[in-house]
């Protein structure tokens, strides 16, 4: 877990006994936003292999030939 993700569960649960709605609308805020980071890193590492930022095929060729050479 990166540290923003840490910050935002600690002042989340900081939050919970509060009445006003400013403090709500910032624990919701912010757990809307973790939510939305974890399923877009979710969603990114879940096809590595496609898209502008992938992972090609070469640097896994590589490891295997060293590994098959040792």
Known sequence: ???SNRW???DFTMLFG????IPHLIMVSL???LIAITLF???????PF??????TPDV???ILSSLMTS
């Open 50 to 55: 496609t898209g502008d930022i992938s992972i």
């Open 1 to 3: 877990m990166s540290i």
């Open 31 to 33: 757990l809307a936003a």
């Open 18 to 21: 509060t009445e006003n709605i």
């Open 41 to 47: 890193t979710v969603i990114a590492m879940d096809y």
């Open 8 to 10: 935002i569960l600690i």
């Open 60 to 62: 896994f060729k590589n």
